[in-house]
């Protein structure tokens, strides 16, 4: 069975302290690993695609990179406008459908 | 500006009353998609349309319509609502999944529907 597992599933840090969060994934043929940042009140905000083991990505303080099993986005010097739920989404080319985890909730404290 | 919008943001309803969730894009995409987001359930696929009259479900489509007569619209149709369809919707448009293989495109979500059914 097609699976999206986040974690943590909240995360708490200081501003400046470095961290990652994890999506772990099970799929049969995957068709697009695909990371968002989600705000309260918002519609989620697209901020990567990966495709294959190996490939990473960057976009200002944050770096998502992605594995056969699992995919990690790493938040460098964090700074308390990152605070948002961060939602991983992964096609399956077995079910033809995108599947999202549940999210990690990030809190960056000034 | 490329956007999603949807109307209306919020609705409150009873049991039983029939009501549509719009949305439109004006990106020109061929992919629309629904969806519904639950605490503790994350978000779920309702139905999606890979282009105009072409429709198929998604994950919990039950209780839910939709149809596509237009490349820039999709909207969501509740015919007969239940409490158990309040939730936060959103709706998202993206380029087709894309190659001979089935690939995934970036999708861009709509502000959302917050849908209280009483």
């Known amino acids: 069975e097609d699976q999206v597992t986040q974690s943590p599933e909240a995360l708490r840090l200081q501003e400046g302290e470095s961290s990652s969060l994890n999506c772990s994934y099970t799929v049969s043929g995957l068709r697009g690993l695909f990371w968002y940042r989600q705000d309260p009140g918002k519609g989620p905000e697209f901020l990567f695609t990966?495709?294959?083991a190996g490939e990473e990505k960057e976009k200002e303080r944050l770096k998502a990179t992605l594995t056969k099993k699992e995919s990690f986005l790493h938040i460098t010097a964090p700074k308390p406008e990152d605070s948002a739920t961060y939602l991983c989404?992964?096609?399956?080319?077995?079910?033809?459908?995108?599947?999202f985890g549940q999210g990690t909730t990030l809190q960056v404290k000034p | 500006e490329a956007q999603v919008t949807q109307n209306p943001r919020y609705l409150i309803t009873v049991t039983g009353k029939k009501l549509t969730v719009t949305c439109s894009q004006n990106?020109?995409?061929?992919?629309m998609s629904w969806y519904r987001q639950d605490p503790g359930l994350g978000l779920r696929q309702i139905y999606y349309?890979?282009?105009?009259?072409?429709?198929d479900k998604g994950d919990v489509p039950e209780g839910y319509k939709v149809s596509r007569k237009e490349k820039r619209n999709f909207p969501l149709i509740l015919e007969s609502p239940s409490p158990n369809q309040t939730s936060l919707y959103f709706c998202a448009s993206s380029e087709p999944p894309s190659g001979g293989v089935f690939y995934y495109n970036e999708q861009f979500f709509g502000p959302g529907t917050r849908l209280t059914v009483l």
């Open positions: 349309s890979m282009n105009v009259e072409v429709t």
């Open positions: 990966l495709y294959s």
């Open positions: 990106m020109n995409h061929e992919y």
């Open positions: 989404a992964v096609g399956s080319s077995n079910t033809g459908k995108l599947i």
